[in-house]
């Protein structure tokens, strides 16, 4: 059975920081793409940036200079660091795996950005 379990949301000031984390079991971990989506109210959701197995990242324009992706083959988890949070970055955020022709997402981890 897949499982995809993010946390480490919550509520943060703007300006702040936050970590996200996704545990994985039930896939090949080490040769999974993981990636971190989020989706705002009223918006489609949304790439924010991802990594591959080798350890590629790639992230979109909303994350460069701020996030920072990563994972742990060891502990079958990956991470999203983000700093210098706006409110505009308030959203749930979804952990996704992909290899070959599969695909999987977690149930998605709320971040809030307010004063």
């Known amino acids: 059975q897949v499982q995809l379990v993010e946390s480490g949301g919550g509520l943060v000031q703007p300006g702040g920081s936050l970590r996200l984390s996704c545990a994985a079991s039930?896939?090949?971990?080490?040769?999974?793409?993981m990636g971190w989506y989020r989706q705002a109210p009223g918006k489609a959701r949304e790439l924010v940036a991802y990594?591959?197995?080798?350890?590629?990242?790639a992230y979109q324009d909303i994350a460069k200079g701020r996030f920072t992706i990563s994972r742990d083959n060891a502990k079958n988890t990956a991470n999203l660091q983000m700093n210098s949070l706006k409110p505009e970055d308030t959203a749930v955020y979804y952990c996704?795996?992909?290899?070959?022709?599969?695909?999987?997402w977690g149930q998605g981890t709320q971040v809030t950005v307010s004063s």
């Open positions: 039930g896939i090949p971990f080490s040769i999974s793409t």
């Open positions: 996704n795996a992909a290899y070959g022709a599969s695909e999987y």
């Open positions: 990594i591959s197995g080798g350890g590629s990242t």
